[in-house]
């Protein structure tokens, strides 16, 4: 379809706001890591150092620079591909990262497959058949899946899945993934997990946004001549409301960076956040840094990208 | 009569409000339509007309049911039949023209698409011959372009033309009866006019029956053949057109037509020589960014006028006029860019943060919604409390004895102080929000369409209000509406707007005869009048409709 | 005879809360006791290890059985309460407090103070909640004020970002131009004519942001970054006895129960309260 200039103005304006966002991001974590801690240099050679050793520590790091030119340094660093060294085992990020990556994308990839399909069918259905039994029993169970914490879900799933039934194993690493069933059922609880948890806020959120347009006159137009139900909901509803329907299903899809750091922590799975959770515990600040920048960029990529194709299908803007 | 088209008899429709309580909103109506009648429902905010022409369709919003009665429509029981059953008889046998067409048309399909969707929905016939037929309505409904107009957006055409297009869609499925939900409500009067004339030749032509709800008794005067006139669910009366406007049996539709007469405004007070209390001299004001001391909106352009003490000032013209926006400027709260404003002498700074208390005092504002005009969250109470602390400095029981004046002023009773705002009707709230105009000791208040959005009846009662207040009080008003009758009855001289410009000032009792300028003929002859050859005999310079009206 | 500024309560407008909204606030009432009188009626020292059977079943003496180092959990849980109702509560009325009145300030005035506490806020609403916990706490530890003060700040921009749009669609009302024609001053139309009208919703706004902090912060205790040994919170207490699960305690059960009660009877309530007081605008 034909868009008009002010649609890709409008477009191009969202893209700078992300932009502008991502600086005042990098900005936050760069200095909630480096300048709360005290002395990086003396945690990491720990209590019994001399304070010569200290010293020399923080010149090697180049800690007695201003924060400001360190953060430049390290802004222009990110922007190479440059991570830094991980303090705790000497490594370079990028390399610590790069499998951790791989392993964490695919395990979002396969819950947004699964996720998306599952929770917008639902989600319209409820809206469709509003107040009947169907609406009222995915009411009941999404409002319980987001009133508990993640990984009050995981257990319940190991409990069933792996206790009570004994279908899958309870951790997701560690077994044989020498066949495909083997690496569906290592895949199957992360995945199951993160499904309820991420399905239960997109089905809530299209739902709300597909009875929004119903409500609207022109939905109560296409009841007068007769159309059908699924006719309303379908031909009339539907298409008004992709846009908040395109931002329920991102901002639903970012529940994934908080989900997943839960999951992969009691699945045991090694992905990005498991490996920050861990580089937590050992106050590796660069890799710290380095996996919250993934993960705020990938969040605010799923927003930015909401939000424009929530602009793109504003009928308005059409030329 | 022939056997009847449409027979509803002891219809009654119930309904739950948000405290759960059940209630009745029809209360056993019942009527007969003949085929290719066209009767009107009116009544006023609340009379249920539109529950009533729904039910027509089987079709009741959320919360209300039908609950008791028959409605039989050609040789289907409306009231006994399933949902499915009702859909069939949707857009083929009944069907229905909104009150706001731009709300009613989705904005994500053509138009076109949107107008021969019920020969879809029923399989009537094919797209091509759909497409043709919807044209030639086009062409019928006097719309311009009417091969192309099918392939625009929604948003892409005016609101008369929308409103003439919902008609298109009405009729594409050649049903026996239409219904007409307050279809040139949302419209201005110029555009009225082409809208109505348009359904009136596509009604004669078909041959179909019409129901037309509405609260103006002069446009259904044009329209209908039959009245039935409606309040709190329940029929009041029924009878011809003509007899109802002329014969009128029931007081409350002497009521009506009462409020609908003008009654000449006699000035309180001849014009004084001395000061005027406003004078305003090449006024510009505007929205949006400002560059070289210029907004970017320009909205009001070299306005002039001059209020005498005493007298009133109508100020008309139709949507996107600037009526309103002079109010504001000359209240401060749209701080103009040029001109001059004098209060009874003295100079008025444009802006009202820099104004003394004085004057912020002695010019009130006094707004169309008193739903949103009053604090919700206040007491009646607190709400006339407020400008007496603050420009008077009144405390304590002073204060209570003022607030207690000032309702009976507006003559409402005392005790209403410790009422909120949402439990009064909407003239008592138009009454506290005059009142609280009052508790300033005002010389001149700036009227914004305070009566629009009230019933007829309650707003003539608010108009004798204004009038007596006047008298006791002095009070100059400067009175902003788009309803000509209304200025009428309580203006001295009438200011006519367009585009943001003052194109006359007439005397309000001589606007017809005396204005001079096209535009304002245009605009006062296109006020419906309680007659019901009114339309048929209206002529108008199709050049000058053309020029000024936005249809 | 004074006038009162009188705010429309629910039972002054005819409603009233049907059964899900009871039980969820009877709910909320219990946790919440618990959590106040809590240090008075735990049968045990929660910090004592009263059982030499490490993971206890239930019985008579230990009603909710015992914890991997033998200790009670049924008092460890009410004193959990403590920990995960008082901080949420404190770091939500924070936050809260904080959006609200930056949100009315920036709604009402507009123009580029408002531009900039936008940007700025929603740029922040750019990190996910749970990240911005970690990265907090792995700089700085983790102690009571440092989580109260965390979780307050992640969920301030979200609570700004409500307020303001509330405020905003109040400050277009007329009632308010009329003040401000009247000649009032900003604290005026800010106090009494726009706060009072946003209320309802900011309250509703304000419990289901209690749901997301105690998510958000048992999440924390469950990865061990959330109150410190020996002291616990309902997560921490998960966490701890986790292991339980497979040997068949009932250890974790408990705190999981009490996790759920408090979150879903806290959106049991709001899900029903009366339309015109959820309303949201947003």
Redesign the interface.
Same mark, same amino acid.
């Given at each position: 379809m034909l868009r008009s200039a002010t649609t890709w103005l409008l477009v191009g304006q969202r893209l700078g706001i992300a932009a502008i966002t991502l600086v005042i991001v990098s900005f936050a974590v760069f200095f909630a890591t480096e300048l709360l801690p005290g002395d990086v240099a003396e945690i990491l050679l720990g209590q019994s150092a001399t304070p010569e050793a200290v010293a020399g520590l923080r010149t090697a790091m180049g800690l007695d620079e201003p924060a400001f030119t360190r953060f430049l340094s390290w802004l222009a660093g990110l922007a190479q591909g440059d991570l830094g060294m991980s303090y705790a085992n000497n490594m370079a990020v990028a390399d610590l990262l790069a499998g951790r990556l791989a392993n964490t994308l695919r395990l979002a990839g396969i819950v947004t497959l699964v996720c998306v399909p599952l929770a917008l069918t639902l989600g319209i259905a409820a809206a469709m058949w509003r107040g009947s039994l169907l609406d009222r029993a995915v009411s009941m169970l999404t409002i319980s899946v987001i009133s508990v914490p993640e990984f009050m879900v995981a257990t319940l799933a190991v409990l069933i899945f792996a206790v009570w039934l004994d279908w899958l194993p309870a951790l997701s690493y560690g077994v044989n993934v020498d066949s495909l069933g083997a690496m569906l059922r290592a895949y199957a609880m992360p995945v199951i997990t993160l499904t309820f948890v991420v399905s239960a806020q997109m089905i809530r959120m299209t739902r709300a946004a597909v009875i929004e347009t119903i409500n609207t006159p022109y939905v109560e137009m296409a009841l007068l001549k007769g159309a059908s139900r699924r006719r309303m909901v379908l031909r009339h509803a539907l298409p008004n409301a992709l846009g908040p329907i395109a931002n329920a299903v991102a901002l639903s899809l970012s529940y994934l960076v908080g989900g997943v750091i839960i999951v992969e922590t009691v699945f045991n799975y090694p992905g990005v956040a498991k490996l920050m959770v861990d580089a937590v515990a050992t106050r590796d600040l660069p890799l710290i840094q380095s996996c919250a920048m993934i993960f705020c960029i990938s969040y605010l990529l799923l927003i930015t990208l909401a939000d424009v194709i929530a602009m793109l299908s504003n009928p308005r803007l059409r030329r | 009569m022939s056997e009847p088209l449409v027979c509803v008899r002891d219809l009654r429709i119930g309904a739950v409000t948000? &405290?759960?309580?059940k209630v009745e909103i029809i209360r056993g109506v019942s009527f007969d339509i003949a085929p290719g009648e066209i009767v009107a429902l009116i009544g006023e905010s609340g009379s249920g007309k539109t529950t009533i022409a729904?039910s027509l #369709?089987g079709?009741a919003r959320?919360g209300c049911a039908i609950q008791g009665g028959t409605i039989r429509v050609g040789r289907h029981d409306v009231t006994g039949m399933t949902e499915g059953q009702r &859909?069939?008889? *949707?857009?083929?046998e009944v069907?229905?023209v909104?009150q706001?067409a731009a709300?009613?048309?989705?904005?994500?399909?053509r138009i076109m698409d949107q107008v021969v969707?019920?020969t879809a929905?029923?399989r009537l016939m094919p797209r091509a011959k759909a497409e043709a037929k919807a044209r030639e309505l086009f062409r019928a409904l006097a719309l311009p372009d009417p091969d192309r107009i099918g392939n625009r957006?929604p948003?892409q055409v005016s609101g008369g033309q929308l409103q003439r297009l919902s008609a298109a #869609?009405a009729l594409i499925g050649d049903p026996q009866l239409v219904i007409f939900d307050e279809p040139t409500t949302a419209l201005d009067v110029t555009t009225q006019i082409e809208v109505l004339r348009a359904f009136r030749s596509v009604m004669a032509k078909g041959g179909m029956a019409g129901v037309y709800v509405s609260h103006d008794l002069a446009v259904v005067a044009q329209i209908a053949d039959r009245i039935i006139v409606l309040r709190g669910g329940e029929v009041q009366e029924e009878g011809t057109t003509e007899q109802i406007l002329n014969a009128p049996a029931h007081p409350y539709t002497r009521q009506l037509l009462d409020a609908f007469e003008p009654v000449p405004h006699v000035s309180a007070t001849p014009a004084e020589r001395a000061r005027p209390i406003l004078r305003v001299d090449d006024l510009c004001a505007g929205y949006g960014v400002i560059r070289d001391g210029k907004p970017a909106a320009k909205v009001l352009q070299n306005v002039s006028l001059q209020l005498e003490r005493g007298r009133n000032l109508g100020v008309i013209g139709e949507s996107g006029s600037g009526k309103s926006t002079l109010a504001r400027a000359i209240?401060?709260?749209l701080p103009c860019y040029r001109g001059d404003m004098l209060l009874d002498g003295e100079v008025l700074n444009p802006d009202?943060?820099q104004?003394s208390?004085d004057q912020?005092r002695r010019v009130?504002?006094v707004?169309?919604?008193a739903d949103? %005009?009053?604090?919700?969250?206040?007491?009646v109470? %607190?709400i006339l409390?407020?400008?007496l602390t603050?420009?008077h400095g009144l405390k304590? %029981?002073a204060?209570?004895a003022r607030?207690a004046e000032l309702l009976e002023m507006v003559h409402l009773p005392t005790a209403l *102080?410790?009422r909120?705002p949402?439990e009064l009707s909407g003239g008592q709230k138009q009454r506290v929000n005059l009142a *609280?105009a009052l508790a %300033?000791e005002p010389e001149l208040i700036l009227c914004d369409e305070i009566t629009s959005a009230l019933d007829t009846v309650v707003a003539a009662a608010i108009l004798d209000l204004l009038k007596e207040l006047q008298r006791e009080l002095g009070l100059s008003y400067m009175f902003i509406s788009h309803d000509l009758s209304t200025v009428e009855a309580i203006c001295d001289e009438v200011l006519v707007m367009l585009k943001g410009r003052v194109v006359e000032a007439l005397p309000a009792a001589r606007m017809s005869a005396d204005a001079t300028h096209p535009y304002s003929r245009l605009l006062i002859s296109s006020i419906p009048k309680l007659d019901t050859g009114w339309l048929k005999g209206l002529e108008q310079d199709p050049e000058l409709v053309a020029q000024f009206a936005n249809r | 005879m004074s006038l009162p500024l009188r705010i429309p309560t629910p039972a002054r407008l005819g409603y009233s809360f049907n059964w899900a909204g009871r039980i969820g606030l009877a709910v909320i009432l219990f946790w919440v006791v618990i959590a106040l009188i809590g240090p008075w009626i735990t049968p045990y020292a929660p910090g004592d290890m009263v059982d030499w059977n490490y993971f206890g079943p239930v019985n008579g003496q230990f009603w909710m059985g015992t914890d991997y180092l033998g200790r009670d959990i049924l008092s460890r849980v009410i004193m959990g309460a403590r920990y995960t109702v008082g901080i949420a509560a404190a770091a939500v009325v924070l936050a809260c407090a904080g959006g609200v009145i930056l949100g009315m300030i920036a709604g009402v005035t507009g123009g580029w103070f408002d531009m900039l506490l936008s940007r700025l806020l929603d740029a922040f609403n750019g990190i996910p909640s749970l990240l911005f916990g970690l990265v907090v706490v792995a700089a700085v530890g983790s102690s009571i004020p440092v989580l109260i003060l965390t979780l307050a700040v992640i969920y301030l921009p979200g609570s700004y970002r409500f307020a303001r749009a509330l405020a905003v669609n109040v400050n277009t009302m007329d009632f308010v131009t009329v003040a401000r024609a009247r000649g009032e001053g900003f604290g005026h139309i800010i106090l009494r004519e726009v706060f009072p009208n946003i209320l309802g919703p900011v309250l509703a706004d304000l419990g289901l942001r209690f749901v997301f902090i105690v998510l958000v912060l048992s999440g924390l205790s469950f990865l061990g970054l959330g109150v410190q040994p020996p002291n616990a919170d309902w997560g921490g207490l998960v966490r701890e006895n986790i292991e339980g699960l497979s040997l068949g305690a009932p250890a974790v059960i408990f705190p999981s129960v009490a996790i759920a009660s408090l979150t879903i009877s806290v959106n049991m309530f709001i899900d029903n309260l009366p339309t015109r007081i959820r309303d949201r605008s947003e």
């Open positions: - | 948000d &405290a759960k309580r729904l #369709m079709h959320t &859909a069939a008889l *949707r857009g083929t069907s229905y909104p706001s709300a009613a048309f989705n904005p994500s399909q969707e019920v929905i029923h957006y948003h #869609m209240a401060g709260i009202l943060r104004r208390k912020l009130q504002i707004f169309q919604l949103t %005009a009053l604090n919700p969250a206040q007491s109470g %607190a409390g407020r400008p603050f420009y304590g %029981a204060r209570d607030v *102080r410790h909120l949402s *609280r %300033a | -």
